[in-house]
């Protein structure tokens, strides 16, 4: 009898505390403030319990290699836009204008930009969504793309394949990255929640060059918050962005709409329920050229002496 006295009141506390309303990140929970963690989102959107659910962890040995996933064709993605930057309570969000587009890289048509936000933890700690080999970085970058051919988004999650998200990840650096002094300095307008602000700024400036786009892994799955829509196509690149320290935990002095530092902006990861992930050549054509140069450079007897 002694033995079911814990299990007891810990099902009361959890009784008294568990969420209710609308969702949260785990960071946000409090018996104050009770709402749908992530592993209470399904309260909020049944999608949210789906099989082909995001983030996950991808485990690099059991990907596979998909010849399909070729180079990536960016359009205007070098254009300046002006963009207007939104504290929407749970992240920071950018609208883009449908100019921007990708093709290639084994998507099934063209998919054109409409917006990017970010995913952070908590004064440049681990935050990332998707994992790599058990890896959280520091922060992830969403852009969303939709099908060409349609005109909003609420339209496009209707399609299985109506989303095509490319996420980047974050890594701490020694030296600030200047190319993200637009993103940095709104920050600092947005503080709280459903603040705005106008940047002008390009995507190209926010992502690694073209030429380090070529490694990347592919998987089916769905929007990383409520409704959990499974209409996704996601591409996960290997090569992160150097941000400085002093620049991630800008992120960290946001706020969430009740006033609580915005942290933690993450939904841990999903099983992937038999879902296979894919990974691009890149890699491997990369190795091939540096084994191809040593090759030569041996036959015309200029590598070095032992």
């Known amino acids: 009898m002694q033995h079911l006295i814990l299990p007891v009141l810990l099902a009361a506390i959890w009784t008294t505390c568990t969420g209710s309303g609308d969702w949260c990140y785990q960071s946000q929970f409090t018996c104050d403030l009770q709402c749908n963690v992530p592993d209470l989102w399904n309260h909020a959107n049944s999608n949210c319990a789906g099989k082909k659910q995001s983030p996950i962890n991808v485990v690099t040995r059991k990907t596979l290699k998909d010849e399909r996933l070729t180079y990536f064709k960016f359009e205007n993605y070098q254009q300046m836009f002006k963009g207007t930057i939104k504290n929407n309570g749970h992240s920071v969000q950018v609208g883009v204008p449908h100019l921007s587009t990708i093709s290639g890289g084994g998507l099934p048509t063209t998919y054109k930009a409409v917006q990017f936000h970010l995913h952070w933890g908590k004064n440049g700690g681990p935050g990332s969504e998707h994992t790599i080999d058990g890896e959280q970085y520091p922060m992830e970058l969403h852009i969303v793309h939709m099908k060409h051919h349609y005109s909003d988004l609420t339209t496009a999650l209707s399609d299985p394949e109506g989303v095509a998200v490319l996420g980047f990840f974050y890594e701490r650096s ?32 926010l992502i690694p060059s073209e030429q ?15 409704g959990c829509t499974e209409a996704v196509i996601w591409t996960l690149f290997e090569n992160p962005i150097p941000l400085s320290m002093d620049q991630l935990q800008e992120f960290s002095e946001l706020k969430f709409h009740d006033g609580k530092p915005m942290v933690g902006t993450f939904r841990p990861v999903q099983p992937l329920n038999g879902r296979q992930v894919f990974r691009s050549g890149g890699a491997m054509v990369l190795a091939s050229s540096a084994l191809l140069v040593a090759a030569i450079a041996t036959a015309l007897g200029l590598s070095r002496p032992n």
């Not at 307008?189 to 602000?197: A, F």
């Not at 380090?212 to 409520?226: A, K, Q």
Request: hydrophobic share 25%; aromatic share 10%.
């Open 174 to 205: 020694n030296s600030a990255n200047r190319k993200y002094d637009p993103i940095i300095n709104s920050l600092r307008s947005i503080r709280d929640y459903s603040n705005t602000s106008v940047l002008t700024v390009s995507l190209a400036q």
């Open 212 to 226: 380090n786009l070529t490694t990347y892994y592919r998987y089916s799955g769905s929007l990383t918050t409520p």
